[in-house]
T-cell receptor, first 113, second 112 residues
Framework: AQSVTQPDIHITVSEGASLELRCNYS??????LFWYVQSPGQGLQLLLK??????LVQGIKGFEAEFKRSQSSFNLRKPSVHWSDAAEYFC???????????FGGGTRLMVKP | SQTIHQWPATLVQPVGSPLSLECTVE??????LYWYRQAAGRGLQLLFY??????ISSEVPQNLSASRPQDRQFILSSKKLLLSDSGFYLC???????????FGSGTRLTVV
């Protein structure tokens, strides 16, 4: 069965600092990977996705993520964090049939002024 | 363009009362539809998914049920709510493995 682990439950960074959120997955085949962001009380917004090809994918809001098969990782990065980035971030993997999206436990990002 | 509607946005219900949450999708046909629940301070748990009218798969045994009476309508129900049913319920859709999931804005259910 597929699974996703986000080791960091909470992360606090200063505004303007760089950010990396960790994600490790377990899936037997080539994974389809996603990062979503959830602002308080809101639904989930897709930041970026990896299906194949270039292992460094660019997303919205200045985010990027790198797929590393050897490490089973799909870490999310941003070079300079803005206060509006404070939210909860979820990494997810979907099976090849596309009908089973599994989320990690989420990482809550807080941004200090 | 495709849109997903979920209502109500918030709901407060007494223990033992029934529940009906509705989700509809516009601008696409034969979508895969999903219900997720997010309990306070926890991640997202898949409750049900449907690949077609009348086809429902349940991922977690619970006090809830789902139905898909029309192609683009997905309903989450309960006959008698429990306190533990409180949470944030999210509906989502996709059209296959090559596409990401699109989520609705969610329903916050509080059972009192």
């Amino acid at each position: 069965a597929q699974s996703v682990t986000q080791p960091d439950i909470h992360i606090t960074v200063s505004e303007g600092a760089s950010l990396e959120l960790r994600c490790n997955y377990s899936y037997g085949a080539t994974p389809y990977l996603f990062w979503y962001v959830q602002s308080p009380g809101q639904g989930l917004q897709l930041l970026l996705k990896y299906f194949s090809g270039d292992t460094l994918v660019q997303g919205i809001k200045g985010f990027e993520a790198e797929f590393k098969r050897s490490q089973s990782s799909f870490n999310l990065r941003k070079p300079s964090v803005h206060w509006s980035d404070a939210a909860e971030y979820f990494c997810a993997v979907v099976n090849n049939a596309g009908n089973m999206l599994t989320f990690g436990g989420g990482t809550r990002l807080m941004v200090k002024p | 363009s495709q849109t997903i509607h979920q209502w109500p946005a918030t709901l407060v219900q007494p223990v033992g009362s029934p529940l009906s949450l509705e989700c509809t999708v516009e601008g696409t046909s034969n979508p895969n539809l999903y219900w997720y629940r997010q309990a306070a301070g926890r991640g997202l748990q898949l409750l049900f998914y449907s690949i077609g009218i009348g086809q429902i798969s349940s991922e977690v045994p619970q006090n809830l049920s789902a139905s898909r009476p029309q192609d683009r309508q997905f309903i989450l129900s309960s006959k008698k709510l429990l306190l533990s049913d409180s949470g944030f319920y999210l509906c989502a859709w996709n059209t296959g493995a090559g596409y990401g999931y699109t989520f609705g804005s969610g329903t916050r259910l509080t059972v009192v």
